[in-house]
């Protein structure tokens, strides 16, 4: 394992100059948000910049589903004239296809929705809109976020930028991808089992799953209605706080959406955190995980400890748990989740039906992938009657003990460190064959959905694999509600190790 930096293009203060950054497209958020704020960069030249980023790589890396560059150029246009303001004002931001928007489609990367048009947009696109910031483009996922590696999307999978014969990760891949290649400065995802966590750790940046009901879903279409989260992608840690401060909060629209108030994250986030207790979980540690992923909790221990805080040890019994009961609740969730695109209501239609169930047999065999198939026939299963009990409501049951441990975990400690993936990103086609190995490597990212506490992952370090370097992540859970500890403990590691500075070459 190799721990430390690589091509570096930024100073560890990454409030860096404008000047001194060649590539208007290198900019982190809050940097280039404050260039545009003070007229040193113009919205019009950021978005072209972007727009021909995507030009010059996305052919490769397939990051997007979707562009919208004569929109992005008119809000851009906006900005410059000052008549479009906010805290996000000419920022590019890419968001997950699966998040409704009123211009392009939203496609789910599914043929199921390959021509759907939403007639609304989601809650959090209306806030990012309302903030000033510019969507160039919707992002390639797992069909309907299912998925672990984006090699369930209908269109084509997004390749990942440190190597590309390497998945991004999933379900949000396109998105991670994006901000990894320094195409966007940051990007929406959704989490149901970790795929704003994952795919940020295989492609080095920041992801942030928020606790269940603090971002609104109004408008994300759904999959695993009581565990999915939506959440940025970014390349630092004030970025994170800056966009969860941007899309939180109470909405009309989403009956589960908390009004709790909404703390100040961006205000807080470079504030240490004094003592803090920081939990270590042997579930976590197994000597299967791939050796650098262990050896970069190792060294975030250290780096923990260097800044004051206190180890200790905490109990999480029924980890082994989680990836069976995840994806009992989640396929169930899906089944009757998905049971609306029927050729009818919603989705594609097949072509000379015989008659209304053939309409719907065939709409449904023709718009759904094989793993979404899986995944309706699993959840159909584990909801049918003389199955219900075994399997369904053991996994409630199940569900609970899970939640409890995190409860009794968080009496002991400020954030739990752990690996959010056993091994860093692997190759295309590694797990395809074997669903199940797939499923099993959601372990240490499925029991916060199921628990529905916040997480983040931050680049800890990098690896060398067949003589490429790749990221690894580390992952920090928190106890409900604690976004803002988890990004301040967040904050302090990614300031005293700088690994977040690290990028791929392109
Ligand atoms: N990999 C998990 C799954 O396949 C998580 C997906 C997600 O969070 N959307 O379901």
């Known amino acids: ?21 060649s590539n208007l497209t290198d900019h982190n958020l809050i940097d280039l948000r404050n260039a545009i704020a003070s007229g040193k960069v113009k919205a ?36 410059d004239a000052g008549i479009l303001v906010g805290p996000l004002a000419g920022v590019p931001i890419a968001v997950k296809d699966n998040l409704c928007t009123t211009f392009g489609r939203t496609t789910c990367s599914s043929r199921m929705l390959e021509q759907y048009r939403s007639p609304f947009n989601a809650t959090v696109v209306e806030k990012l809109e309302a903030a000033g910031a510019i969507i160039v483009g919707k992002t390639v996922l797992d069909e309907y976020a299912m998925g672990s590696s ?42 149901t089992g970790g795929s704003i966590r994952q795919p940020a750790a295989f492609c080095g940046v920041v992801g942030l799953k928020p606790t269940y009901s603090r971002v609104s879903r109004y408008g994300l279409v759904a999959y695993g209605s009581s565990l999915d989260q939506i959440g940025p992608i970014t390349r630092t840690v004030e970025d994170a706080a800056l966009l969860l401060q941007v899309i939180s909060g109470a909405d009309a629209n989403d009956s589960t959406c908390s009004d709790a108030d909404v703390p100040g994250y961006t205000a807080s986030v470079n ?11 042997k579930q976590y540690m197994s000597d299967a995980n791939d050796p650098a992923v262990n050896a970069a909790i190792d060294n975030a221990v250290k780096v923990f400890e260097q800044q004051g805080a206190t180890i200790v040890e905490v109990d999480l019994p029924h980890t082994e748990y989680g990836v069976p009961t995840y994806y009992i609740v989640a396929t169930a969730e899906a089944s009757s989740n998905l049971a609306r695109y029927d050729g009818v209501h919603y989705g594609h239609r097949t072509d000379q039906p ?14 759904f992938g094989e793993e979404v198939k899986r995944r309706i026939m699993l959840g159909t299963y584990v909801l049918s009657s003389g199955y219900y009990d075994a399997y369904y409501n053991t996994a409630l ?8 441990d995190f409860d009794a975990a968080f009496q002991h400690c400020d954030a739990i460190l752990c690996p959010p993936t056993p091994a860093p990103a692997f ?31 931050v680049p800890g370090g990098l690896t060398e694999a067949d003589g490429k370097t790749l990221p690894i992540g580390i992952q920090l859970l928190g106890a409900h509600f604690q976004e803002e500890k988890l990004l301040r403990l967040a904050r302090m590691f990614e300031r005293a190790t700088d690994f977040h500075a690290n990028q791929p070459s392109l």
């Open 397 to 404: 049951k199940v569900r609970r003990l899970i939640k409890n």
């Open 427 to 457: 190759r295309f086609g590694e797990h395809t064959d074997d669903p199940l190995a797939m499923y099993l490597a959601d372990i240490y990212t499925v029991t916060a959905n199921l628990a529905g506490i916040p997480g983040i992952t």
């Open 1 to 21: 394992m190799i721990i430390g930096r690589r091509s570096l293009n930024h100073e560890s203060n990454h409030h860096e100059e404008v000047g001194n950054v």
């Open 354 to 367: 015989d008659d209304l169930i053939d309409l719907y047999a065939r709409s449904r065999a023709e718009g």
């Open 150 to 191: 984006t090699e369930n999307a209908a269109f084509g999978s997004a390749r990942n930028p440190w190597d590309t014969s390497r998945v991004p990760g999933g379900s949000s891949g396109g998105s991670a991808v994006a901000v990894s290649a320094r195409i966007t400065p940051a990007a929406l995802g959704s989490d």
């Open 271 to 281: 504030t240490p955190i004094e003592g803090a207790r920081i939990g270590i979980a």
């Open 44 to 79: 019009a030249d950021m978005v072209a910049a972007c727009l021909s980023r995507i030009e010059g790589l996305d052919q490769e890396l397939h990051a997007f589903e979707q562009t919208f560059p004569e929109r992005a150029a008119e809000r851009a246009a906006q900005v």
